[in-house]
């Protein structure tokens, strides 16, 4: 059997001791990091400029006080209404309030949050952006976080539920604020004269 990392450990313990400051810690620290490699990717070099680096910190701010709050706040909630009860029953019901209600939320919080650090300063402004992005960012959801629910159902306690969605949606955002990076540099760069 194989034993449990040390920081593991001490994680779970900050876990179970204090989940809602350890929880807005982890999501802070993955939002920046994933600003923090989209960046790296798409400039191909390490020294970021002190533009980028004052979207890295925004980035790690909005996990921090704000994307793991909610995050802890909303399953905190789902666990009260499922009540601990296990099954086939309890985990749809905990899929559709996960994907009706949580998921909803939490992707409209994150593009108004998205919209705002980019400098969109009115609330007109703010609502054109979610308007704009979240039916596809929702869809995008749909398709990727129900498979990704059904393990942590299965397998793991629900306090550890948003560090794990965290996670995932650390590797996904990643991916995808890179490709977004990289679309906008193409778009400004001048077009080769042949």
Do not use: C
């Amino acid at each position: 059997m194989q034993k449990t990392p040390n920081w593991l450990q001490k994680y779970l313990v900050q876990l179970e001791e204090n989940p809602l400051r350890t929880k807005s810690l982890t999501a802070g620290a993955l939002t920046g990091a994933q600003e923090a490699l989209a960046q790296v990717k798409v400039s191909l070099v390490k020294i970021l400029s002190s533009l980028d680096g004052i979207r890295i910190i925004k980035m790690a701010l909005y996990g921090l006080l704000i994307s793991g709050p909610l995050g802890h706040t909303l399953y905190a909630a789902l666990g009260r209404i499922i009540g601990g009860r296990k099954g086939p029953r309890w985990a749809l019901l905990t899929l559709l309030l996960s994907n009706l209600i949580i998921s909803p939320i939490q992707n409209a919080v994150f593009l108004s949050a998205m919209a705002i650090i980019a400098g969109k300063g009115t609330v007109g402004q703010v609502r054109e952006a979610v308007q704009a992005g979240w039916l596809g960012m929702q869809k995008t959801s749909w398709v990727i976080f129900p498979l990704v629910q059904m393990s942590a159902i299965r397998y793991m306690p629900l306090d550890l539920w948003t560090p794990y969605f965290n996670l995932v949606a650390f590797v996904f955002g990643t991916y995808f604020n890179t490709q977004a990076k990289l679309r906008a540099v193409q778009s400004i760069r001048p077009e080769k004269k042949e």
